[in-house]
């Protein structure tokens, strides 16, 4: 399979704990994006890389917040001392860069990692 | 900042009928991407039509097309024939035209039902 894919799919902790979930994007993508999804809303730009770099961070991602991607390939996305409101779907997505400033290429979105927080 | 809005939180639909779901966006850039996504349930995401801002015309791809009023600030989705495997949550979503981010800003879905 040549998709997007994350793991675990489903996680479930106790309030205070840290996860880490990670992210393999498609091989050849060399951007990679995290957003997140809440109950009832649309996904929420988190982050994205290019290749190892981190290039945009959103406000939402505070300081409990990390995320990796050492060379370039898989991402990790850590919480530490995760509160009830961490919980929701963590998607990755993945892309080529564009060609220029102004081009596009679509973005391929992985499952997801749903996240509970008791 | 970019924000996008679908006023229809549920649609329903039966099978070969059409249906039309709704987003309004807000911007102040003249140029950009609008996309409408599905998202099943339990499965990924899909792409299901992009629209450039600079093209008047509007997107078609099979049974979707889409309503695009830049002056109204207003893209629609049609979908046309409507079959059961259509049954998904449909996003809306913005992209700047420009800027390195290429970061997509979504609306909150319309969750979609088709009946027998």
């Known amino acids: 399979d040549t998709g997007v894919s994350q793991d675990p799919r489903h996680k479930i902790t106790k309030r205070g704990q840290n996860v880490t979930f990670r992210c393999d994007p498609i091989s050849e993508h060399n951007r990679l994006y995290w957003y997140r999804q809440t109950l009832g809303q649309g996904p929420e730009f988190l982050t994205y890389f290019q290749n190892e770099a981190q290039l945009e961070k959103s406000r939402l991602l505070s300081d409990r917040f990390s995320a990796e991607r050492p060379k370039g390939s898989f991402s990790t996305l850590e919480i530490q001392r995760t509160e009830q409101g961490d919980s929701a779907m963590y998607l990755c997505a993945s892309s080529f860069p564009p060609f220029d400033g102004s081009s596009y290429n679509e973005q391929f979105f992985g499952p997801g990692t749903r996240l509970t927080v008791l | 900042a970019q924000t996008v809005t679908q006023s229809q939180p549920e649609m329903s639909v039966q099978e070969a009928e059409t249906v039309t779901l709704s987003c309004t966006y807000d911007?102040?850039?003249?140029?950009?991407?609008l996309f409408w996504y599905k998202q099943p349930p339990s499965r990924q995401m899909i792409l299901v039509i992009r629209?450039?801002?600079?093209?008047?015309q509007n997107a078609t791809e099979n049974r979707f097309s889409v309503n695009f009023q830049k002056a109204a600030k207003s893209f629609s989705l049609k979908i046309s024939d409507s079959q059961l495997g259509d049954a998904a949550m449909y996003f809306c979503?913005?992209?700047?035209?420009?800027?390195?981010?290429?970061?997509?800003?979504f609306g909150t879905g319309t969750r979609l039902q088709v009946t027998l």
């Open positions: 911007t102040s850039e003249s140029d950009y991407y």
């Open positions: 629209q450039e801002a600079y093209k008047q």
């Open positions: 979503a913005y992209r700047s035209y420009t800027g390195t981010a290429s970061k997509l800003t």
